[in-house]
């Protein structure tokens, strides 16, 4: 049985920083792309970034880039996302996600799916 465990939300200043973790158990991590995602308040579910199990390659969303870092230890199945200079927009809940195509990065490609964990930042 896929398992993600989502961890590291929590409340921050605009400016600061948080970094996510998301421990998986009951697959072969690297066989699967790993993805982030975050839904605010009113707002669909949209990607955040994405890590492909096959090369390690990544993408991210516009909105991010520069600012957060997605990275994994296949050892620990854990995939991690490091949130820098966070700002207001980035209040949301946070989900990690696997795909068994190594290059998804679109919600629909996702389909088990953690429980979240909330980011919200105070300007």
């Known amino acids: 049985e896929v398992q993600l465990v989502e961890s590291g939300g929590g409340l921050v200043q605009a400016g600061g920083s948080l970094r996510l973790s998301c421990a998986a158990s009951?697959?072969?991590?690297?066989?699967?792309?790993m993805g982030w995602f975050r839904q605010a308040p009113g707002k669909e579910r949209e990607v955040v970034s994405c890590?492909?199990?096959?090369?390690?390659?990544?993408l991210y969303a516009d909105s991010v880039k520069g600012r957060f870092t997605v990275s994994s230890d296949n050892a620990k199945n854990t995939v991690f996302l490091q949130m820098n200079s966070l700002k207001p927009e980035d209040t949301a809940i946070y989900y990690c996600?696997?795909?068994?195509?190594?290059?998804?990065?679109?919600?629909?490609?996702?389909?088990?799916w953690g429980q979240g964990t909330q980011v919200t930042v105070s300007s």
């Open positions: 009951g697959f072969t991590f690297d066989d699967y792309a």
């Open positions: 890590i492909s199990g096959d090369d390690g390659s990544t």
């Open positions: 996600a696997t795909a068994d195509d190594y290059y998804a990065c679109f919600v629909a490609d996702f389909g088990s």
